[in-house]
């Protein structure tokens, strides 16, 4: 019985204990902090002097009667914004939206919310929605609706940036901002739209009858393809009656087509036949005719081709012997020009030689004879010139007695002179008779001696004028004179009667030489017919001419 007190009393202790260690022992939940003052404790990362302990997720002892627990949720707050905001532009707006909260995990954040919220938790969403609803105003007063409409991101991010520190300060942080909706009660925002909502409509009603075209085509596409694949199903279901035809009907033909092809057959084996038949007749008589008289043929060709064969040798052969006989003969031919040429080069060559020497010989005899006759020349000029200079000596001292010595030395050419002035007379009539040819006789010698007597005159004059110093000058004076007279005409030099101007008729003259009718060519000599002359001056006898 003691035992069991005992136990009773044990028994007892351990549930007072348990009791007891329920009754201060607390456990903090995941989203929750428990905040235990009463006690002075140090915190990690706080101040001294905070005055509680703050216990997040674990268990931890607490006196009752001398400490006191708190919780502190650290769930997500929502706060609902809708702020009345005026823009830049002086437009009033209502901003929507939404701000997602919580209290910080750190122990600092957790004991700056305990501090502010611990009994107000439920006025924590309206002391959010304050600092955010300043701090909209503010930032929505710098933007225009434009902005705010077009860079909302802005918006937010902004506003986010101007709450984080006073929401830091109270131990929150924000997990999300989100600005739902902005309304404008003026209707700015629907003005700015119109023109993009009508263009938008616009572009839906084109989309839209773009969609219906595209729809009609596509349907009219769809009934194209359609009547084209009925189209091809009918002409395949022809075709394939068509084959279906066709075979029913080549089934009804394939009896005679059958018995057809096997008479067919019958009459290729027998056509066979008889072809090998023919085959075999056409081999026999190869054999029996065509061989043995190719054989004969070929024989007889033979035996002719080899007698051409031979006379073609023998041809060649006799060719061959004339060609070799014929180079023989041109060589011997050949041998012997070459043989005459080369005696008759030796012939030549001493020929020339002969030639040359003989050349020589008389070019040396021709230019003996030269100078022998140069010599007499020179020996014959220098007596001309000492008889010239001897005649005009005498010229200057007794002109009349040189005169007269020279017209005896020249008489005979004088009178040939004179009558070869008739010699180119062909036929004369003379009209007084033989009165008439001495007149004409002494005329003429008449026309010497007056030309005698002009010479002598020049001559005198020619004395006087230049002396007895002029006697040369003077005496080559009748020589120039007759030479000039005789260059002119060979008539003219006779009349002049000059004894040197026959020789100009030897010389230069273009006249007859100085022999006159002897010197050229043989002239018949004129005829002479006498006519009688009547006292009454008529020609009676010109009828007898």
């Not at 596509?218 to 009925?230: G, P, V």
Request: proline share 3%; net charge negative.
């Amino acid at each position: 019985m003691v035992i069991g007190i005992v136990a009773g009393v044990l028994l007892a202790a351990v549930i007072i204990v348990v009791a007891l260690f329920k009754l201060m022992w607390r456990v903090a939940e995941p989203n929750e902090a428990l905040i235990i003052s009463g006690s002075k404790h140090r915190t990690d990362g706080l101040e001294e002097g905070m005055g509680f302990r703050i216990v997040t997720g674990r268990g931890t002892l607490v006196l009752p009667g001398v400490q006191a627990v708190r919780k502190l949720s650290l769930d997500l707050n929502e706060a609902d914004l809708n702020v009345d905001c005026v823009t830049k532009q002086g437009i009033p707006l209502k901003v929507h939206g939404v701000v997602i909260f919580k209290v910080g995990d750190d122990f600092v954040s957790i004991a700056n919310a305990a501090r502010r919220f611990l009994d107000q938790q439920k006025f924590m969403g309206d002391r959010v929605h304050n600092v955010f609803a300043g701090h909209l105003r503010s930032i929505v007063g710098g933007l225009t609706v434009e902005d705010m409409i077009r860079d909302r991101e802005r918006l937010t991010g902004e506003t986010r940036a101007a709450s984080g520190t006073e929401m830091e300060k109270l131990g929150l942080i924000i997990d999300s901002l989100q600005i739902h909706e902005i309304q404008d009660p003026t209707g700015y925002i629907k003005n700015l739209a119109a023109p993009h909502a009508a263009a938008v409509q616009r572009d839906a009603r084109i989309a839209e009858a773009e969609a219906d075209r595209l729809a009609t085509e596509a349907e009219q596409q769809a009934k194209a393809r359609m009547s084209q694949a009925q189209r091809d199903s009918e002409i395949l279901q022809a075709g394939y009656q068509a084959e279906r035809d066709s075979a029913a009907a080549k089934a009804r033909q394939a009896g005679p087509l059958a018995q057809a092809a096997a008479q067919q057959e019958v009459v290729v084996q027998e056509t066979r036949v008889a072809e090998l038949a023919a085959r075999r007749r056409e081999q026999q008589l190869q054999a029996d005719v065509r061989k043995p008289a190719d054989a004969a043929a070929y024989e007889k060709r033979t035996l002719a081709e080899a007698e051409r064969d031979a006379r073609i040798s023998a041809a060649q052969a006799k060719a061959r012997e004339t060609e070799l006989a014929a180079a023989a003969e041109a060589t011997r031919v050949k041998t012997a020009a070459a043989a005459e040429a080369e005696a008759t080069t030796a012939r030549g060559t001493a020929a020339a030689t002969a030639t040359r020497a003989t050349g020589e010989a008389e070019a040396e005899a021709a230019r003996a004879k030269g100078l022998a006759a140069a010599e007499a020349s020179r020996a014959q000029g220098l007596a001309e010139a000492e008889a010239i200079k001897a005649r005009a000596s005498a010229l200057a001292e007794n002109q009349e007695a040189v005169v007269a010595q020279q017209l005896a030395e020249q008489w005979p050419e004088i009178v040939r002179a004179g009558a070869q002035a008739f010699g180119s007379v062909d036929h004369m009539v003379l009209l007084n008779g033989a009165d008439g040819v001495s007149d004409l006789f002494a005329k003429a010698l008449t026309m010497g001696g007056t030309g005698l007597g002009l010479a002598r005159q020049l001559l005198a004059a020619m004395g006087t004028a230049d002396g007895p110093g002029a006697g040369t000058r003077a005496g080559t004076g009748p020589v120039a004179g007759a030479g000039g007279i005789g260059a002119g005409t060979g008539d003219a030099g006779g009349r002049d009667g000059g004894g040197r101007a026959g020789s100009g008729g030897h010389g230069r003259g273009d006249g007859p030489p100085a022999g006159g009718p002897a010197a050229g060519p043989p002239r018949a000599a004129p005829r002479v017919e006498r006519v009688p002359v009547e006292e009454d001056g008529g020609i009676p006898g010109a009828g007898a001419r």
